[in-house]
């Protein structure tokens, strides 16, 4: 018969790595960023998950990704980690745009008329993604010790060999 080599302490690491990223996608788990390697900060379609993914199951690094949303503090646990670990990615304006417009063609919802009637922004129009993307420069701003990432038209790999 075949004999297969035993599995490597390297490939329980990146299960391991990768079981803890899913459990820290979008936020969940706040209280867990002590234990992330990696902390991804960003507004929604800025490709945090697909990079928190491709970093557990590349390089055996425990990412915890947490959404950036206007007018919505992020959570408090961000501030007591050790900065170097902390990523914050932005993206350009029509870039996001153009994502968020084709996320929401892809559900079915009507993208001209979303939110008119409760009277809040579109996520997808550019003035909303404009205040979105400049409160979250703010915040980098205000913590210089945080790596910035302009993810704009860069493959997950590119992102991800920033961070290795």
């Known amino acids: 018969g075949t004999r297969r080599k035993p599995?490597?302490?390297k490939y329980f690491k990146r299960v391991e790595a990768v079981e803890f990223t899913i459990k820290q996608?979008?936020?969940?788990?706040?209280?867990?960023?002590?234990?992330?390697?990696?902390?991804?900060?960003?507004?929604s379609r800025s490709s945090k998950t697909p990079l928190s993914m491709y970093l557990a199951?590349?390089?055996?690094?425990?990412?915890?990704?947490?959404?950036?949303?206007?007018?919505?503090?992020?959570?408090?646990?961000?501030?007591?980690v050790d900065p170097r670990r902390v990523f914050g990615l932005v993206i350009q304006p029509q870039f996001l745009k153009r994502i968020r417009s084709r996320?929401?063609?892809?559900t079915g919802v009507d993208v001209d008329s979303i939110g008119k009637a409760s009277g809040s922004f579109d996520y997808s129009s550019i003035k909303y993604i404009q205040?979105?993307?400049?409160?979250?420069r703010q915040l980098y701003a205000q913590h210089p010790e945080w790596s910035v990432i302009d993810v704009t038209g860069r493959a997950v790999e590119e992102n991800a060999a920033i961070i290795a």
């Open 7 to 9: 599995l490597s302490d």
């Open 25 to 43: 996608d979008d936020g969940a788990q706040c209280r867990n960023l002590q234990k992330a390697d990696v902390i991804l900060l960003g507004v």
């Open 57 to 80: 199951q590349q390089f055996g690094y425990k990412v915890a990704n947490v959404p950036l949303v206007l007018n919505i503090p992020p959570p408090k646990e961000i501030f007591a």
């Open 103 to 106: 996320r929401l063609a892809g």
């Open 131 to 136: 205040e979105e993307l400049k409160e979250v």
